[in-house]
């Protein structure tokens, strides 16, 4: 979001980090207690789609509803992107503050549709920050966004279906390039868009997302992570309860059903 094509997006993440306080930050670290082993460390790096929300906090109350042990941050400013976190001198310290178990690595939310942005700017800091995950013995996971709601027109992809599959084939690719797993919340977002069009997904602005946008990503991070079903746990994150029940099943069924597809071996 920091080229003319990306202005009107980043125009926008501010106005919504304004209007909910998070004006780009570490967002609500929830923290494992010194010493213990048994907590399960995850760390979210990317922008506005993460800390919108606050995914990581949300992913860490859905964990513990099932019975994990889970502490969580984040390295998350508004329309950041996965180049910017590579030159950002936060990010090494970021990565050596803590023992971590996982590193989810978010792109900002157009680069992964556009075939060049992807190839020259995603790509090359992916590989980077997935060499500097590993080099700490930690697992990398990519975290596979969903497109605008209206699609990308600017750039050749005029509806929300044609944006969304060019996002999947950008991470799949990266996917099997790096030999790393992928979250694919923006896979099941469509599924959850198609069989359940009264769940509203997207806020306003058709880009960042609702409450129940944020509990998806969730869900599926819990399944990808966990390897289990997300299906039955009490945590709704406020959501009416049928609700949260769709979203943990599609989780569940997208994520669990295939999992050699999203690398998850």
Not at 58 to 87: E, I, K
Not at 117 to 134: D, F, K, N, Q
Not at 203 to 210: K, M
Request: proline share 6%.
């Amino acid at each position: 979001m920091r080229t003319p094509l990306r202005a009107l997006p980043l125009l926008l993440a501010a106005l919504v980090a304004a209007s909910v306080g998070l004006a780009g930050c570490s967002a609500g670290a929830a923290m494992c207690a010194p010493g213990d082993a048994s907590c399960l460390r995850i760390l979210f790096i990317g922008n506005s789609y993460t800390y919108v929300n606050d995914l990581p906090a949300t992913f860490a109350q859905l964990a513990r509803a099932g019975g994990h042990a889970v502490g969580t941050d984040s390295l998350a400013s508004g329309g950041a992107t996965l180049a910017d976190h590579v030159a950002d001198a936060a990010t090494l310290p970021k990565l050596d503050s803590a023992k971590w178990d996982f590193v989810v690595l978010q792109e900002q939310s157009e680069i992964p549709s556009v075939a060049d942005s992807r190839e020259y700017t995603m790509y090359p800091a992916a590989r980077s920050l997935v060499a500097m995950i590993r080099e700490r013995s930690a697992t990398p996971i990519l975290f596979m966004t969903w497109a605008h709601r209206d699609g990308l027109p600017a750039s050749g992809m005029p509806d929300y279906g044609s944006m969304q599959r060019s996002i999947d084939s950008g991470y799949l690719a990266l996917s099997q390039e790096l030999a790393v797993a992928v979250a694919p919340v923006g896979y099941t977002w469509a599924i959850v868009r198609q069989e359940s069009p009264g769940i509203g997904l997207w806020q306003d602005d058709g880009s960042h997302p609702s409450t129940a946008g944020t509990y998806l990503a969730a869900c599926v991070f819990y399944a990808a992570v966990f390897r289990q079903s997300p299906d039955g746990l009490e945590f709704t994150a406020g959501l009416p309860a049928d609700s949260a029940a769709i979203l943990q099943k599609v989780a569940a069924q997208e994520v669990l059903a295939h999992p050699g597809m999203w690398g998850l071996h």
